[in-house]
């Protein structure tokens, strides 16, 4: 005669198992909220972000459980915006205000004592500096860690004659960080529990440059670059997260979105591999296609090299394209417009604009940058017109928001413009690029696979559930938990 279980035990059993196995679950989703910079009335010229596009690009020349965080934003040049988000560092644990980029790889605040850092900001956000001596699970990176004989960031952290291990980042546009690295703990807070771990990070006694003006003063940066430096490969390599991160960036007016260290997973997502032993996120962008139609023009022109190469960068708030693939673009986009739908043609900043009577996706073509592996990106008319202006008879001016690069660099830059109403996966474990058209508005899947450092499943994850609607099945999952077990 088989054995038998009585209901209660056997329940229990089923309610601690789930309990385990769902551990990660429960942990997740991870993310960062993006706020924005600086409020939607407050305008910038065109040539002034431009100016500072620029500035960053000369940067990619230079430098050879998932979390939520909810950010705020907006992907229109006509207006002053960074992407930032509150993180909170230390015992007791303190808010602090990071610029979100992922065109770098460490995290760094603003130190006490610091020379040169903003006192106030345009922003409505309080200021903080980061006080080793006020936390008390703070502890310091010294010369013998490893950290000082790597190359977390260029250049490589060096030991200072009091024992620390020090760096400075040097930015093309004259501005400046400097300060030495600490360890201590970064919280993240989910639907149904807190987390923290000791995270490595920079403290920073010196800004100069662009990093010191008031009107966009915050109180550092995150990376979220490719380097082991960045929180989301210091957190996956304990196996807290998975070691990919995505985004999804509103273009509407009111902006913001979501930063998950996990993987947001829709049906359409379409995924192209990251180029190898690059330090930013390199793709292989082979043609452009306008209305149908590929532009003539060498695909050489594409290729990776220090000079040149196709980086997707949230960092940068517009597109760009190097100066003879510009002309190409530029001429194949106004050919593609039917003559009788335009009121005219201006140039603002540089950037060819157009009056018209008519909503812009019965007058523009739709643009297709093909990647590869067969991944398309489309760019419909709002992903890369910009509104200029509107005139009292109703005529509205749109502005080509694809830029042409300066100089001699031939980078193709995909910025916010192009990332925005877009879910964007960073699969740094699998070493891909992967998005979808989506509704940033609205919640989303979230892959809960994680992987240790040998490339395993790690202990607790279960690998059969791939995808959870965010944080739904975890809160249920805990609340069986603990009417069954208490």
Request: with cysteine; glycine share 8%; hydrophobic share 35%.
């Amino acid at each position: 005669m088989a054995a038998t279980l009585p209901v209660g035990i056997l329940m229990a059993t089923i309610a601690l198992f789930f309990c385990q196995t769902t551990t990660v679950i429960c942990e997740f989703p991870m993310t960062l909220p993006l706020e924005r910079a600086i409020p939607l009335r407050n305008e910038m010229k065109l040539s002034e972000l431009k100016a500072l596009d620029h500035a960053r690009h000369r940067r990619l020349i230079q430098s050879s459980n998932d979390t939520d965080f909810p950010l705020e934003g907006t992907y229109d040049p006509y207006v002053a915006g960074l992407y930032y988000t509150k993180v909170q560092l230390g015992s007791p644990p303190r808010d602090f205000h990071l610029q979100v980029d992922t065109g770098s790889d460490p995290l760094w605040v603003t130190c006490s004592s610091c020379s040169g850092c903003p006192h106030k900001t345009q922003l409505q956000i309080k200021l903080s500096s980061f006080d080793p001596g006020k936390s008390s699970t703070y502890s310091p990176v010294t010369c013998s860690d490893a950290i000082c004989s790597s190359e977390y960031q260029t250049p490589e952290a060096v030991c200072s004659s009091d024992n620390r291990c020090t760096y400075t980042f040097q930015y093309a546009d004259d501005s400046a960080s400097a300060g030495y690295y600490v360890s201590d703990l970064i919280y993240f807070a989910t639907a149904i529990s807190n987390g923290s771990s000791p995270l490595i990070f920079g403290c920073s006694k010196e800004l100069t440059g662009n990093l010191v003006k008031n009107e966009r003063g915050v109180d550092g940066i995150i990376g979220f670059g490719q380097g082991d430096i960045s929180v989301v490969s210091q957190l996956s390599s304990k196996g807290l997260v998975p070691k990919v991160f995505s985004h999804c960036l509103r273009g509407d007016d009111q902006g913001g979105g979501t930063l998950v260290l996990g993987e947001i997973v829709e049906p359409n997502i379409v995924f192209t591999p990251l180029i190898p032993s690059w330090p930013h996120y390199n793709l292989d962008l082979k043609g452009i296609e306008v209305k149908g139609q590929k532009l003539a023009i060498d695909s050489s022109v594409f290729q990776t090299l220090p000079n040149q190469g196709t980086v997707i960068d949230s960092g940068t708030t517009m597109a760009y394209l190097p100066e003879g693939v510009y002309e190409s673009f530029l001429n194949a986009v106004s050919d593609a417009v039917p003559v009788e739908s335009l009121a005219g043609t201006y140039v603002a900043d540089g950037s060819q604009c157009f009056f018209t009577l008519n909503s812009i996706s019965e007058v523009f073509p739709n643009i297709s940058l093909n990647f590869a592996g067969g991944a398309s990106m489309v760019l419909k008319p709002k992903d890369y017109l910009v509104h200029h202006m509107t005139l009292n008879d109703g005529e509205t001016g749109w502005c080509i928001g694809i830029q042409k690069m300066q100089g001699s660099q031939g980078f193709t830059i995909l910025g916010d413009i192009v990332l925005k109403d877009r879910i964007i996966v960073y699969d740094l474990a699998g070493q891909r690029i992967g998005w979808a058209d989506y509704d940033c508005s609205k919640s989303f899947n979230v892959s809960v696979k994680l992987t240790s450092a040998s490339g395993s499943s790690s202990v607790g994850t279960s690998t059969d559930w791939p995808l959870i609607k965010k944080r739904t099945l975890a809160f249920f999952v805990s609340l069986i938990c603990c009417f069954l077990l208490f």
